[in-house]
């Protein structure tokens, strides 16, 4: 069985967007569309800390098909 969850994307690019790195919330899930998006902007900030004021954060909440936990894994 799968369960469909909610992931956030992170990226941090240099000003003209060409270099980009991923800063992706990994271990992190929300239940629904909007609780991803109300916790945005206290993802993005943590994302900021320790990089130069001209990086430019961007983040996206997107669905992202996962595992039940009550599902043993296949494989």
Do not use: N
């Amino acid at each position: 069985m799968k369960a469909i969850l909610v992931a956030m994307h992170l990226v941090a690019c240099q000003p003209d967007l060409l270099i980009c790195e991923d800063m992706s919330v990994s271990a992190k899930r929300w239940p629904d569309m909007e609780t991803c998006r109300q916790d945005r902007d206290t993802e993005m900030v943590r994302a900021r800390q320790g990089l130069p004021d001209e990086v430019v954060v961007m983040s996206r909440c997107r669905y992202l098909i996962g595992r039940d936990r009550r599902t043993t894994p296949a494989f």
